[in-house]
C-alpha cells in the first residue's frame, strides 16, 4: 500500500516488508498533505503549507503501512527536515533547515531568524502529533544547518550540523 504520496512519486512498501524506522521526515513543494479519509484522523500540529517549500514529519504504524500522524514543518520560504528520531514517551524530534522568518516556534530557545542564509530548527512533537511540545530557531548571522540528532542516555536530545556564524547561540 502507499504510505505517503508527495507531489510526484510515492514511497511505497509491499507486503512482508518491515520498514526499519517508523518516524519520516523530509520536504515537499505540495498544498495537498494526503489524508487517509475524507475526515482524516491524522493530528497536524501544522495543518497548513507554509510556502515554497516545507519540512514534513510523519510516524507510522509498527508494521509501516498506516500514518499515525503527519505534520509540515515551515514558514513561508525553503524549508527541510533532515534528521528525525523518537524518544520512548513517543515524542519525535525533528531537526533542518529553514529560510523562513515566520518558522513555527513553540516554547523556543530562540524564537526569531538568527540572519544570513539559513538557520538550522530543533522541533520536537508531541506523541500525538497534533502540537509543537517546542520548535526553536538555531542559527546565528551566518548559515546554520543540522543534518542528524540522537538522544543520549539521560534523554537529552544532540545535534549535528553546520554553521557559517561566528555568533552562534
Not at 45 to 59: E, N, T
Not at 70 to 87: E, I, K
Request: overall charge neutral; aromatic content about 12%; glycine content about 16%.
Amino acid at each position: 500500500p502507499t504510505i505517503w504520496r508527495p507531489k510526484s512519486g510515492s514511497f511505497s512498501l509491499t507486503a512482508g516488508e518491515a520498514w526499519p524506522m517508523r518516524e519520516l521526515t523530509g520536504f515537499t513543494r505540495t498544498i495537498n498533505y494526503e489524508r487517509r479519509s475524507a475526515r482524516d484522523e491524522m493530528n497536524f500540529a501544522q495543518p497548513v503549507f507554509g510556502g515554497v517549500q516545507d519540512g514534513y514529519l510523519a510516524k507510522l504504524a509498527p508494521a509501516g503501512n498506516v500514518i499515525t500522524y503527519g505534520t509540515y514543518l515551515g514558514g513561508n520560504q525553503d524549508d527541510v527536515a533532515y534528521g528525525v528520531v523518537a524518544d520512548s514517551s513517543g515524542s519525535a524530534y525533528a531537526v533542518g533547515s529553514t529560510k523562513s522568518l515566520n518558522f513555527p516556534t513553540a516554547a523556543a530557545r530562540q524564537g526569531s531568524f538568527g540572519g544570513g542564509v539559513s538557520d538550522a530548527f530543533v522541533t520536537k512533537v508531541s506523541p500525538s502529533g497534533g502540537a509543537f511540545v517546542y520548535s526553536t530557531y538555531h542559527g546565528g548571522s551566518g548559515a546554520e544547518l543540522v543534518y542528524i540528532c540522537a538522544l543520549d542516555s539521560g534523554g537529552a536530545l544532540v545535534i549535528g550540523g553546520y554553521t557559517g556564524s561566528v555568533n552562534l547561540p
